[in-house]
């Protein structure tokens, strides 16, 4: 039973972490309680199968790869097409949520220019365009200006927790980064720590800031056919 307990903990806090949420998300979204997640990624005894298959169906696989898989199996690394399913299942709801929180960051530094040109009275509040993020070539989530009237561009980032320092950038934003502090143009991050909360905390950081804060690093390549 011991060992079983050890898969289900695994598998639970590798897919809980794999798609980006914390336990009380999790716990908010199945209906079940914290104390209840934190006995799933424990292995605590005598959790009941009724929780454990609300869990299978919440994260996208099935009650056998819950009770007695490899945590590995479920990220594409088994051979049987139940497993390349469920890691399909798996990544989806990771993009899913990747979008979730996105769109929340990008909704607050939308709010946040917004208050920023109202209560400094500088009349361009209307003029801050979020249409920007639908439009991935131009490198920025939203068209806004500097209280001198010259134009800002701004990409948003969130993260869940507090303390979570690192995002991600697409090679154009990276790419449209550079260019800006190249030729002197004014280009921010915004960055919300904890955005999914009633109090997210921003940081704003300038791409000389980006490019000396943080380490910055390829996790994914495109291959095309020559």
């Known amino acids: 039973m011991k060992s079983i307990n050890k898969t289900i903990a695994g598998i639970c806090r590798r897919l ?10 999790v716990a908010e979204e199945t209906g079940l309680n914290l ?7 424990t292995g605590e005894e005598n959790f009941s199968l009724e929780k454990l298959r609300k869990l299978a169906d919440y ?3 099935s009650m056998e790869t819950l009770l007695s898989g490899n945590p590995e199996d479920i990220f594409g690394r088994a051979p049987d097409g139940k497993a390349r399913e469920e890691s399909r299942a ?5 993009a899913e949520r990747a ?7 990008e909704e607050l530094s939308y709010r946040y220019e917004i208050s920023r040109h109202m209560k400094a009275h500088s009349g361009f509040a209307s003029e801050v365009d979020p249409s920007c993020a639908g439009r991935k070539r131009l ?3 939203i068209l806004s200006r500097e209280l001198d009237g010259s134009a800002l561009m701004i990409e948003s980032k969130a993260s869940r927790g507090p303390d979570k320092d690192d995002f ?5 934003e990276m790419e449209r980064m550079r260019e800006a502090m190249e030729n002197g143009e004014n280009y921010l991050v915004y960055h919300w720590r904890n955005a999914e909360s009633e109090n997210p905390r921003l940081e704003i950081l300038t791409p000389s800031e980006v490019f000396k804060m943080y380490d910055i690093s390829v996790e994914t390549y495109y291959l095309r056919r020559s």
């Open 99 to 105: 979008k979730e929180i996105g769109d929340i960051g």
């Open 59 to 61: 994260y996208g696989v």
């Open 139 to 141: 490198g920025y989530d």
């Open 16 to 25: 809980r972490h794999l798609i980006g949420l914390t336990r009380e998300k």
């Open 90 to 94: 798996a990544n989806a709801r990771r």
């Open 35 to 41: 104390h209840d997640i934190v006995r799933a990624e």
């Open 168 to 172: 991600h950038m697409s090679k154009r």
